[in-house]
Nanobody, 114 residues
Framework: QVQLVESGGGLVQPGGSLRLSCAAS????????MAWYRQAPGKQREFVAR???????NYVDSVKGRFTISRDNAKNTVHLQMNSLKPEDTAVYYC????????WGQGTQVTVSS
């Protein structure tokens, strides 16, 4: 049974930083495409960032240069480092394994507000 557990969300001022973590059990993150999605109130869930099993990364245009996805194989964890946060980054952030028909975490709330 695959379980993905996110942590690290919270309230931060514009321009601040947060680091989200996704701890996986029942699977090995280095063997799968791992991604972060987010869903803001009243909006559809959207793709944010992905790291493939081979280590390639890609990002939605709105976070390029600000967010970095990485993987800690020893801890079987995926991270999302978020810098220069903006109010429009406010959303519930979800960890995902293997695409939209794969596995999802329960989400962690990120609120960017002064």
């Amino acid at each position: 049974q695959v379980q993905l557990v996110e942590s690290g969300g919270g309230l931060v001022q514009p321009g601040g930083s947060l680091r989200l973590s996704c701890a996986a059990s029942g699977s090995i993150v280095s063997m799968y495409n791992m991604a972060w999605y987010r869903q803001a109130p009243g909006k559809q869930r959207e793709f944010v960032a992905r790291i493939t099993g081979g280590g390639f990364t890609n990002y939605v245009d709105s976070v390029k240069g600000r967010f970095t996805i990485s993987r800690d194989n020893a801890k079987n964890t995926v991270h999302l480092q978020m810098n220069s946060l903006k109010p429009e980054d406010t959303a519930v952030y979800y960890c995902n394994q293997d695409g939209i028909y794969g596995y999802w975490g329960q989400g962690t709330q990120v609120t960017v507000s002064s």
